[in-house]
């Protein structure tokens, strides 16, 4: 069983930073893309981004792109989200999340992911 558990969430002011970092239990880490997912009180899950398995590629949305940056220590078993100059909207629960393999492109839909994690909460104040 695949577990995973993210950490880093927190309180921030607008304009603001914080890391989060998702620990996978998985020893075979390295084969699989790692994703991040948000959701907003009252909102679907969002797509945040995505990084491949060996950490060559990334993918995120446009409402993060040039904020946010996703990266990886397979030695470590674990993904991090560095976001950057955050604004109220960044408010939500993320999640990290795993697909059952790897993929070209990597997936960037919530129902292409198999595992999940509890998610960590993060709010942006104004």
């Known amino acids: 069983q695949v577990q995973l558990v993210e950490s880093g969430g927190g309180l921030v002011q607008a304009g603001g930073s914080l890391r989060l970092s998702c620990a996978i239990s998985?020893?075979?880490?390295?084969?699989?893309?790692m994703g991040w997912f948000r959701q907003a009180p009252g909102k679907e899950r969002e797509f945040v981004g995505v990084?491949?398995?060996?950490?060559?590629?990334?993918v995120y949305a446009d409402s993060v792109k040039g904020r946010f940056t996703i990266s990886r220590d397979n030695a470590k078993n674990t993904v991090y989200l560095q976001m950057n100059s955050l604004q109220s909207e960044d408010t939500a629960i993320y999640y990290c999340a795993v697909p059952p393999s790897p993929s070209i492109p990597p997936p960037t839909t919530a129902s292409a992911y198999h595992y999940w994690g509890q998610g960590t909460q993060v709010t942006v104040s104004s």
């Open positions: 998985e020893r075979t880490f390295s084969r699989y893309d």
């Open positions: 990084i491949t398995w060996n950490g060559a590629g990334t």
